[in-house]
């Protein structure tokens, strides 16, 4: 009987704590190890807070070292599948992460490793995946610092609008305006899947699953979709 370990992540100590957002990345690896007759030897649940995590620029490149060190559950179940010959099982690549340095090192490791929502894939649509995920991570922050430059230039102060100086009038306004910066690029894609009939907890789902984030790093939740569908979309 094969060995597998099993590696969940999720963005926030709140989230590692509650459970919340494990119970599908629990669905799907355990699915996967249960039709392959396999036994899971080890299962790791990493949590990584929104000060600990990778940013990727787009022109400062992070090293393999500096990823492995803010991902030391990573690198421990790494090490586990290299002495006990285990599979490593993941819900889907981007809870690995969105690094072509990192698949590429897995590769390199010798381990055998799966994504539990696409089981097929070889090594070259993995690192085809890696590379986009990386490509929307450098655009998101290119982007948000465009954005932030242009605001800061119109006389924006930048920070939590309730620590400002401001009324109740101008702080909601600051909040919708950053509303439609923040989400601009995945508003087209909300509004598709509202009008197919999608719940708000299914495109919060789906967005997560394609992941992306919310403005504050988090995974999306039903109420941030209904937030974005009536500030951004509805502006």
């Known amino acids: 009987m094969s060995k597998y370990a099993i590696y ?24 996967f190890v249960l039709h392959q007759n396999g036994q899971v030897s080890k299962e790791i649940i990493e949590v990584e807070t929104g000060t600990s995590k990778i ?20 690198k421990e ?19 690995l992460g969105r690094s072509q340095l990192l698949i590429s090192y897995l590769m390199q490791t010798g381990i055998n490793f799966i994504c539990a929502d696409s089981p097929m894939d070889g090594a070259f649509i993995l690192q085809i995946k890696a590379a986009v995920y990386e490509e929307e991570a450098r655009t998101i922050s290119k982007r948000t610092k465009l954005a932030l430059e242009a605001k800061k230039a119109k006389g924006f102060k930048l920070g939590n609008p309730r620590f400002q100086d401001v009324d109740r009038t101008h ?18 894609l909300v509004s598709d899947y509202r009008k197919q009939g999608f719940s708000y907890e299914k495109i919060a789902n789906e967005l997560n699953r394609l992941g992306f984030k919310t403005r504050q790093g988090v995974e999306f939740k039903k109420m941030t979709v209904k937030r974005i569908l009536d500030r951004v979309i509805t502006k």
């Not at 590692?16 to 990345?25: E, Y």
């Open 171 to 188: 702080r909601a306004k600051v909040e919708k305006t950053e509303a439609i910066q923040a989400y601009s690029q995945i508003a087209g």
């Open 55 to 74: 940013r990727i620029s787009h022109d400062k490149p992070f090293s393999l070292e500096t990823l492995l060190k803010k991902r030391p559950k990573l």
């Open 77 to 95: 179940i790494i090490d586990f599948c290299h002495k006990e010959k285990a599979v490593l099982v993941t819900a889907d690549l981007s809870r």
């Open 8 to 31: 969940y992540r999720v963005s926030t100590d709140g989230q590692g704590k509650s459970g919340l957002g494990l119970d599908a990345q629990k669905k799907l690896c355990e699915h």
